[in-house]
């Protein structure tokens, strides 16, 4: 994409898109062949990570144990399937910074809005592509372990704990959860799957 049409002036000087009216998004003439369709169709992101890592911590203090475990996935591209959907449906709050008049905005990912997109403003673009970078604190647990002269002979040893799994994801990811399922075929695409929740434990 390359940005918005601001004015019909600016779409007369552009490459032949059907159906474009100010405020629709202006994809790129990939092959310059002054017209927008199928051909101009060009490979955008990678679903795959350049890199993952992952930290695990385990300390202990007399009585007390903590563990943290972190996880992060770095370079690589999320496609927002989710969003291509019909127009009586929830939509991201971001519809509210959509283009409204000449010069409001020339961001193609707030395009204006219709019940008539004749200009397919939600065909595939790099509109729905985002750097899916991020990193997640899974797991952090806090435990206590009881002393005997407390347990008695009841039991040879017990522990109390508190948990925390998913605790925060940190991302500039605005879909729901970078850390999306999928198969093979579905690697990289958000089909806006229920995120993964935080789940608070305590335990004996």
């Known amino acids: 994409t390359q940005g918005l049409f601001q004015t019909y002036d600016e779409i007369s000087k552009s490459a032949t898109q059907t159906g474009a009216q100010p405020g629709d998004i202006r994809f790129a003439d990939v092959n310059n062949d002054g017209v927008i369709n199928a051909n101009d169709q060009t490979v955008i992101g990678n679903p795959f990570p350049d890199y993952t ?24 591209d999320i496609y927002r399937a989710y969003e291509r959907n019909a127009n009586y449906s929830n939509k991201h709050r971001d519809v509210l910074a959509r283009w409204t008049g000449p010069g409001t905005t020339n961001d193609a990912r707030h395009p204006r809005y219709s019940f008539t997109d004749v200009n397919s403003n939600i065909r595939v673009s790099d509109r729905y592509v985002e750097d899916g970078s991020f990193v997640k604190i899974k797991n952090l647990q806090l435990g206590y372990n009881l002393p005997k002269s407390f347990i008695g002979r009841v039991f040879s040893n017990a522990r109390l704990y508190v948990q925390v799994k998913n605790l925060y994801t940190f991302t500039r990811y605005s879909g729901y959860d970078p850390e999306i399922p999928g198969g093979i075929l579905d690697t990289g695409i958000d089909r806006g799957a229920y995120p993964q929740p935080r789940t608070y434990a305590v335990g004996v």
Not at 57 to 63: D, F, Q, V
Not at 64 to 73: N, P
């Open 53 to 76: 890592l992952g930290w695990s911590l385990n300390l202990s203090y007399k009585n007390f144990d903590f563990t943290a475990f972190t996880y992060a996935s770095v370079g690589n």
